[in-house]
């Protein structure tokens, strides 16, 4: 078959074509890096970097579900070893004050200073974070704890014990119901382990309840079981001249009961707190995993991209040459 220039002139131009084409892609990727720059250009690398984008979105969620948890938990231990650190020396002061050998005045003193511990418990179970009361419960939008006018404390508007006849609430199943209610407030976050946060029986919990590191009700002998109500007591009785060390002793016991399990709350929450760090971990890890998959599916290595871009060009170039010798001159050109 004979091949005549023109023939020769237009497969020429369909290459030179392609290969401008291709040197213009080539181009396009070494300035943006990406493998595709429309999902027509590969549809299966399109769907699987929709996918990633869509995990990673989601990771980014539960990273910041993870973080706020674990600056509202920073927040509350910063806040509740200061409390440790006040009752402890709380707790030596009164020991010493029960053995006998104290005056009305020194017996002043300490209740004063007993006073001064209780403003600290009510000023740090009412600190906040992001702008939430962190041991607010499920009420964050306001302070959780208030000074009622008796004098008792309150969590919610509630007080977190009862006299006898139980004047408040009307009866002792009413006060358990409501104590009940205040210990079952659950704050769930989804932090990626294919939960639903609007399930109770799912989720992480990271609420934090006043009511439960100060305790409530009062126990068969009449005396409080909550933290700020019983120091309120001992309080009272230390600044009461007739003071009896007998009569204070059971609720020195009290307090050392009281004591202990504030600390195991404490303690628990701390290991919420290992939990939620644990998990920030774990997501942290997951993210980067994602952003080099994604990477992988989408973009290319810069160094590729400017090798292949110059072997383009040079296979641009090349054509242009070859095109020289290919192409005979016209008849225009002679008669320049």
């Known amino acids: ?21 291709a040197l213009n892609d080539a181009s396009m990727t070494m300035n943006n890096y990406r493998k595709f720059q429309t999902i027509a250009d590969d549809p299966a690398a399109a769907a699987r970097a929709f996918q990633l984008r869509q995990e990673y979105s989601k990771l980014e969620s539960y990273k910041k579900n993870a973080e706020n948890a674990q600056g509202r938990l920073d927040t509350a231990d ?12 709380v707790k030596e002061r009164i020991v010493s004050a029960a053995n006998g050998t104290w005056g009305p005045g020194d017996r002043e003193i300490m209740a004063t200073e007993i ?29 959780p ?9 309150r969590f919610q508007g509630m007080p977190l014990d009862d006299d006898s006849s139980y004047s408040y609430y009307g009866s002792s199943a009413a006060f358990n119901a409501a104590m009940q209610g205040l210990m079952d407030q659950k704050v769930l976050l989804d932090f990626g382990y294919g939960i639903d946060p609007g399930d109770p029986a799912s989720g992480f919990d990271v609420s934090l309840s006043a009511a439960r590191f100060l305790d409530y009700d009062v126990d068969s002998a009449g005396m409080s079981n909550n933290l700020y109500n019983l120091l309120e007591d001992m309080s009272t009785m230390m600044a009461n001249p007739a003071f009896s060390q007998a009569a204070f002793a059971p609720y020195l016991d009290k307090f050392n009961e009281v004591h202990k399990n504030f600390l195991t709350n404490v303690t628990d929450m701390a290991a919420k707190s290992q939990s939620v760090n644990y998990t920030l971990n774990r997501i942290e890890d997951s993210i980067l995993a994602t952003t080099e998959k ?3 599916v989408e973009f290319v290595d ?8 110059k072997w ?7 054509a242009l040459a070859i095109g020289q010798q290919i192409l005979q001159p016209s008849l225009l050109d002679y008669l320049r």
Do not use: H
């Not at 004979?2 to 084409?21: A, D, E, F, P």
């Not at 910063?78 to 020396?89: E, G, K, P, R």
């Not at 208030?146 to 404390?153: E, H, P, S, V, Y």
């Open 1 to 21: 078959m004979r091949v005549t220039s023109v023939m020769m002139g237009r497969n020429y131009k369909i290459n030179l074509g392609k290969t401008q084409s």
């Open 145 to 153: 704890l208030t000074i009622g006018a008796d004098g008792r404390i």
């Open 302 to 309: 810069p160094a590729e991209a400017v090798i292949d871009w």
């Open 115 to 143: 006073q001064a511990t209780q403003k600290a418990i009510l000023q740090n179970m009412n600190l906040s974070f992001t702008g939430q009361y962190v041991f607010g419960g499920t009420q964050s939008d306001k302070p």
């Open 78 to 89: 910063s806040a509740l070893q200061d409390i440790l650190t006040m009752l402890n020396t």
């Open 312 to 318: 383009q060009e040079f296979a641009y170039r090349s």
């Open 294 to 296: 994604q990477n992988y």
